[in-house]
């Protein structure tokens, strides 16, 4: 059961973080009992689950030193089961390899009913269910009025593009149709206006391109054909031109004021929110450097006078996991994410020396693209959502167990 079911979390993630987080909490009851009842403690055993369990610990350890712990406990003192959760993936593939199809096809169909549903709210100015254009350009789909659906399709693109290429006896017609999707899904992550979401888009895909070995050409085309798309609907749409291109241009003083062309504006980080934010999330990192406020303690921390800076230095969270975990959890908790970047950087460097010095590559093809879906989750020069957010955390844990099972897993 728990098998079969597992990739059903896909398409819920469409209706927001209670059905995932059901699954996750109930698959990871199911699995602890099967844990536990055969005496199987083989999955908590290595390495890189050990550091996030210590992690998660010294997370409580923090809430428990925040101005207010019971605040600060709802983000640390169950997040040990995103770890959980990785091992489930790990588990169900181990027990049964259809799960990899079933992740597959669920994941094919999802994102092609998004891109319907994406391409007819983006053409009428309406989805099927009602929904407008977010300020009149911006696609939503099925997420309604959250700004969310690039950050969906963008992250869960390098698991997609990982099983395509896992998956035997490939038809000629479902590569042609996986190339027309993979063209649409570039586009409409760009329509949705989430510029994050289409920087990561990118990231990943350089990342995969550079260091896959067959299907190279094919995911090369594939982009190319979707950035020239971008190319004619961004010269055909000034609301276009202006939300990716001008706007994010001169948020950052990249441009000259209008008012004084011989004068250069402020460069921000991002844009003068972002900056704001970041700013005061480092002020705050500056005072308690080692152990930081607390999880979830920045909305409340920020309201201080000593800290605060720029238009707008208060919301939930700073938009960057580095400096919100600097500001919550200090350098220590700062440290085990940056040594997830490590990692990331430095597999990557030994799949490009491989192939550059003709040896045995590192990684195999779906592993590249499963270490581009966890690159995009940490890298560092780029606005993100909460670190401790279920629905995120949840999505960045789906890679992570698919590349825990093919390193550690039955073969």
Partial sequence: MLTNSIALIIPFFIWGPFFPDLIVSISSLIFLYHVFKNKDFSYFNIKPLVI??????????????????????ESSLFYFRIGIFACVIWYCIDRDKRILKYFY??????????????????????????????????????????????????????????LFLLKEKKVKHETYFIGVLFILVDVLIFVSGERAAFAFLNLSTIFIIILIDRYQKFRLVTFVIALVVISLLTYSSKTLQQRMISEPAKTMGLTNDSQNQNVLQRKYIFTPTHDSLIRTAFNMFLDKPIFGHGPKMFRVICKDKKYKTGIN??????????????????????????????????????????????????????????LAGILITIWPIAPNGNFFNNWLAIIYSLPVGFYLQSIYGKK
């Fill in 52 to 73: 996030f369990f210590i992690f998660c610990v010294y997370a409580i350890f923090c809430s428990l030193l925040s101005e207010n712990i019971l605040l600060s406990f």
């Fill in 105 to 162: 096809y669920i994941l094919v169909i999802s994102f092609s009913v998004l891109v319907v549903d994406g391409y007819i709210q983006f053409f009428s100015g309406k989805n099927i269910m009602g929904y407008p254009l977010l300020s009149g350009v911006r696609v939503s789909s099925f997420f309604g009025d959250e700004h969310i659906l690039g950050s969906y399709l963008s992250r869960l693109f390098p698991l997609l593009f990982a």
């Fill in 313 to 370: 230095p208060c919301q939930n969270h700073p938009h960057n996991f580095y400096v919100q975990l600097l500001a919550e959890m200090g350098i220590i908790g700062f440290s085990f994410l940056f040594s997830a970047f490590l990692y990331v950087t430095y597999s990557a460097y030994r799949q490009l020396k491989s192939i550059i010095l003709k040896q045995k590559r590192h990684l195999t093809d779906y592993q590249v693209c499963l």
